[in-house]
DNA sequence: TATGAATGAGTATTCATTCAT
DNA sequence: GATGAATGAATACTCATTCAT
């Protein structure tokens, strides 16, 4: 079991496929729709071959939770780093992270959906990954430290106007992930309308 | 089966059980994760039972959904009846048909999760309530056209404002369904924070 | 109990509904297909009602086989005699009496299927009526018997010779049932042909 | 879902039991009356184990009606070319091809059952071996023709005359399996007494 | 006379999982 | 490293039937 455990973390040319089978079931169906065999019969091996590789189904949601995280924090900063490597002040660098985090959704609705739409209630010991949402969540209350130190922005509780942010680019995602296909013309604009207002009302 | 469809408006107080235990489930699972047993289990009545007051788990769902349509438009509509009464002006009504649509999600989570976040891909003839969503969508729409026409607002496309509200107010509601308890003491703070915020940022 | 198999002989508008739709099911499923609520659903009265009138499904089928086997002995006598009150040879008599069984066939697909083809395995007490279908049989030796009388025929196995027509007979209905629509054109040829050549073999 | 398609062809032990099982089954009982569990009781296996071996109950029906045909073809061309290498003429071998037709149902009730009486209404996929059923026939025309051919058989319809043989063998075959049981004493007299006289019919 | 209410058993099928190889 | 074999429990849904009214 321990042995088990510890190869759990090596990577593995199937170990990818089957998470990348999970994340594309977990795009059109939910938790419930997403099975074992589904998964085998998509990267065409035994269903048994995957429980050698996972201790069992909630392994599965939990290491693609761990990827999609990991992930979706990677993107995050690596356009922020871009953003102040091309010498954004601190306002736009901020508003560079919100956009990214809409983008991170719309390339890749599977991961989003797990991470931030579906409830993974079945999943006990997934509580524990939980720490890695309040990463992002950093990110953004120092992206809004930043802006208040250089004077861009004028705020009294930095968490909660991390909160509200966060809750309008979760609102903004998913209504484009559910309500719109890929393909939506207005989509853009919306995006920076929503973003431009609510930091315009954030104000100076 | 025809003596089934001709009652099932009939109210009956095992339809009632029926959905509130429906409902209730869907509140922590996915539409998958609900199933005719589990309802049953519920009510303490055999899963056969149900299906003498529904056809099938679709027309469950259905009922749901209609029911929580009816609700939730109630709910706004009142709210802003009541605003205009009290002789707010648009702009106010505007703000409270808001502020309404997140309380209604804190109020009835399940039926909240099931009306917007819950995808109920299983269920094909369920698109057809799809309208009573956009009956919600109206209801916004026209509140940010009477807050232009009386001078509050200065605005170049009702659509998309109203999507961006619309957005925005998903996002509150959502965060405060997934990840606050039912007594987060900022609830309210963060509420007006947000709506403020993003109204100051439409302008005028 | 006494009395329920009394009222069980009354005629009833509903026991002939409920008999009829059972038999129109028959036609196109199997034993098992036949459903007492789908003979409800048929007639648009619930199933309890047909317990008012039949004691179980089995009851239905019984009275169903009844029913079936008069109209078939009916209809066979009927055609005997009015051959011979046309004053018809034995011989011919003995033909019309064949091509009625398969134009009973033909005409009563339902009925034929339940009374010779379906297997009924589950019907216990229906063996009873078991002796209705030696009534067809009988009249076949009858006819025989009186051909064989008046010369038309030489045979020395009466028993023996109907259970040959019987089979023949068998086969094209249920041929002409299984594998033909009700249009095929040769239909009248294929079973002319097959009696006038049974019967050529028969001899003298 | 590919694995057990890979190997749906290969024999197995436990494949013959299930396929086994069904035939019984389908001996006194109609398509309907032959679930998956009463298969898997009659085996002594779990229901889901049967779904190891077969997508789905369809299949095992189809793989049921491609051994029944396959030995049903099996042993007419058999004895066909038995009757031919011991020097029959195309009369005899005809009339061979014949008994061995009802031999086939006597010796195989339960296949027999399922090929020529049963209707498979609730398969739809099964329609594509009826053209297995043709197979027997066209041996039975290419037999006709061959007797015609060497003078024994004066015929102007083959096809017509093929279908009167057929009927008259389906006719015999399903009535000793129905009303008579395996140990009935005249049984050779009856299939022989009608077979001769069927062919006397025939002519020269 | 008719039916609404209720259910235990049965229908096909899918699920996650274990075990021996 | 991979899988065939096997299963108990669950899925939605249908069945014949009973009982009280």
Redesign the pocket.
Known sequence: MKHIKR?ERES?E?RRKIIEAARDLFLSHGYG??????IADRIE?????????F????AVVRELLEEGYALFLQALQQREQEARAEGLHAMDVLKTVCKSYILFGLEHPGYYNILFTTNLEGASSIAIIENDRSKGFEMLEAGIRKAVDEGYLTITDERLTAQSIWSMLHGLTSLLLSFYGPDMESRDELISFTIETFFRGLGR
Do not use: D, F, L, Q
């Open positions: 190869r593995h199937i729709e997403v099975s074992m065999r589904k091996y035994s269903p048994t071959t995957i429980y050698h590789y201790e069992n189904k909630e």
